[in-house]
T-cell receptor
């Protein structure tokens, strides 16, 4: 079965530090890739998405992600985090051959200390 | 434009009781999805409607769960009878698929606690 793994369950860092969250998936065919974020008390919001084209994708709030097909990875990055980036981050994959459902990673809780 | 809404936001019931969750998708979205997150686990797909038809219900855990989308607008997810392991957050999402592109918009979720 297809799976999505996020390497870190919890990340703690200070403001202005750089953030990189890993995401790997296990499927060799065509995929759409997403990062969602859930801020405390809020619902899941889309940070960025990859459908095709340039593998370096820019999203909202200064986030970007790079799709590396050979590594089955879609890592999320932000050069300088703020306290307001404290949230849970989810990588999700849509495997086109399996319909429109999303397969999620386990999520990474990020705590940014002021 | 209103986003995906879900009702109730929280529900606490006893084992054996019935609960019905509701989802109103974004207006005009033909695709509606239910997902669930059990505590400590990943968000898992339950099922997918296209308009009023069930496109994929491969994630439904068992026959205690019944989802409907009469008229192709809002959807309900009924759990009857509820068991302890049904506790979790139930998310609804909707999308309008354009070619290869399927961006799903999520509701706030319903937190279900079965005692």
């Amino acid at each position: 079965a297809q799976s999505v793994s996020q390497h870190n369950h919890h990340v703690i860092l200070s403001e202005a530090a750089s953030l990189e969250l890993g995401c790997n998936y296990s499927y060799g065919g065509t995929v759409n890739l997403f990062w969602y974020v859930q801020y405390p008390g809020q619902h899941l919001q889309l940070l960025l998405k990859y459908f095709s084209g340039d593998p370096l994708v820019k999203g909202i709030k200064g986030f970007e992600a790079e799709f590396i097909k050979s590594k089955f990875s879609f890592n999320l990055r932000k050069p300088s985090v703020q306290w307001s980036d404290t949230a849970e981050y989810f990588c999700a994959v849509n495997i086109k051959a399996a319909g429109n459902k999303l397969t999620f990673g386990g999520g990474t809780r990020v705590l940014v200390k002021p | 434009e209103a986003g995906v809404t879900q009702f109730p936001s929280h529900s606490v019931i006893e084992k054996g009781q019935t609960v019905t969750l509701r989802c109103d998708p974004i207006s005009g979205h033909d695709n509606l999805y239910w997902y669930r997150r059990v505590m400590g686990k990943e968000i898992k797909f339950l099922l997918h409607f296209v308009k009023e038809s069930k496109q994929d219900e491969s994630g439904m855990p068992n026959n205690r769960f019944l989802a409907e989308r009469t008229g192709g607008t809002y959807s309900t997810l009924k759990v009857q009878p509820a068991e302890l392991e049904d506790s979790g957050v139930y998310f609804c999402a909707s999308s309008q698929v354009w070619g290869n592109r399927n961006e799903q918009f999520f509701g706030p979720g319903t937190r279900l606690t079965v005692l």
